[in-house]
């Protein structure tokens, strides 16, 4: 689902989270974790274990990137500040607070992230090295850089998802496809991966919560994936 699109002061710049961001010079976000750094207390530093980079496209071609980490804090998980995306080749950043970010669980380990960071105007993300920097309200921060490189062009066609009189059917040339269900309120709930690519919706055992679908199709080799735009769950009875 679309997120708003919510400004923020950083440093005295403004950026756009999430959904937008906008061109901003690495000067300033060095200067930012200099600061932090200046005043932070002696506590336990975040960990960032692991980072996630993948190609996300969306309908029309549109790029957009699933950036997830998966982290830890001895203080608690209250005390992370904010998340991190870096490109210096091309001096672009973005940066997620836990109003932004999506808290997933798996395994008994906690990721955050988004699936929805956007270039300006839907251009094309810059290929290379990024850095995801992960900053704690002390100011500790710790980094990792994470390399990415997919396709220029997607090699599969854009996955489709419809049904009608309670049954579903997706085409999709992704060898993995899970559907994602929204509450009311736009949040993701639910995830459900697919054993067929045809069925009767109530099989997805979906919950009552549940007021729309799309189809996320992934290919986990090649890190890229497509999220289709939700349909309503009345549509498809």
Same mark, same amino acid.
């Given at each position: 689902?679309s997120?708003?699109?919510?400004?923020?002061?950083?440093n005295?710049?403004?950026?756009?989270? $999430?959904l937008?961001?906008?061109r901003?010079f690495?000067?300033?976000?060095s200067?930012?974790?200099?600061c932090?750094?200046l005043?932070?207390?002696?506590?336990?530093?975040?960990?960032?274990d692991?980072?996630?980079l993948r190609l996300?496209y969306?309908a029309a071609? $549109?790029?957009?990137l699933?950036?997830?980490?998966?982290?830890?804090?001895?203080?608690g998980?209250?005390?992370?500040?904010?998340l991190?995306?870096?490109?210096?080749?091309?001096?672009?950043?973005?940066?997620?607070?836990?109003?932004?970010?999506?808290?997933?669980?798996?395994?008994?380990?906690?990721?955050?992230?988004?699936?929805?960071i956007?270039?300006?105007?839907? #251009?094309?993300?810059?290929?290379?090295? !990024?850095?995801a920097?992960?900053?704690d309200?002390g100011g500790?921060?710790?980094?990792?850089?994470v390399?990415f490189?997919p396709p220029?062009a997607? #090699?599969r @066609?854009?996955p489709s998802?419809?049904?009608?009189?309670? @049954? !579903?059917?997706?085409?999709?040339?992704?060898?993995?496809?899970?559907i994602v269900?929204?509450?009311?309120s736009?949040?993701?709930?639910?995830?459900?991966?697919?054993?067929?690519?045809?069925g009767?919706?109530?099989e997805?055992?979906?919950?009552?919560a549940?007021?729309s679908i799309?189809?996320?199709?992934?290919?986990?080799?090649?890190?890229?994936a497509?999220?289709?735009?939700?349909v309503?769950?009345?549509a498809?009875?």
């Amino acid at each position: 689902m679309s997120l708003k699109v919510t400004p923020f002061v950083l440093n005295g710049q403004e950026i756009y989270t $999430v959904l937008k961001m906008k061109r901003t010079f690495l000067a300033a976000a060095s200067l930012l974790v200099a600061c932090a750094l200046l005043f932070s207390c002696s506590h336990a530093a975040p960990r960032l274990d692991s980072v996630s980079l993948r190609l996300v496209y969306r309908a029309a071609g $549109v790029e957009r990137l699933s950036f997830f980490a998966l982290v830890a804090d001895e203080d608690g998980f209250l005390d992370l500040d904010a998340l991190h995306l870096l490109n210096n080749s091309s001096q672009l950043y973005w940066s997620l607070s836990a109003k932004d970010w999506l808290k997933v669980e798996r395994t008994g380990e906690t990721w955050i992230g988004s699936h929805t960071i956007a270039m300006a105007d839907d #251009a094309k993300f810059p290929r290379g090295a !990024y850095r995801a920097v992960l900053v704690d309200k002390g100011g500790d921060r710790i980094e990792r850089t994470v390399a990415f490189d997919p396709p220029l062009a997607s #090699a599969r @066609r854009f996955p489709s998802l419809s049904g009608t009189k309670g @049954r !579903y059917r997706v085409i999709s040339e992704y060898p993995k496809n899970v559907i994602v269900g929204y509450d009311s309120s736009g949040a993701q709930s639910r995830t459900v991966q697919l054993k067929a690519k045809e069925g009767l919706l109530s099989e997805l055992e979906l919950g009552p919560a549940i007021q729309s679908i799309a189809l996320w199709a992934e290919d986990e080799e090649s890190r890229v994936a497509a999220l289709t735009d939700p349909v309503s769950i009345k549509a498809l009875y």
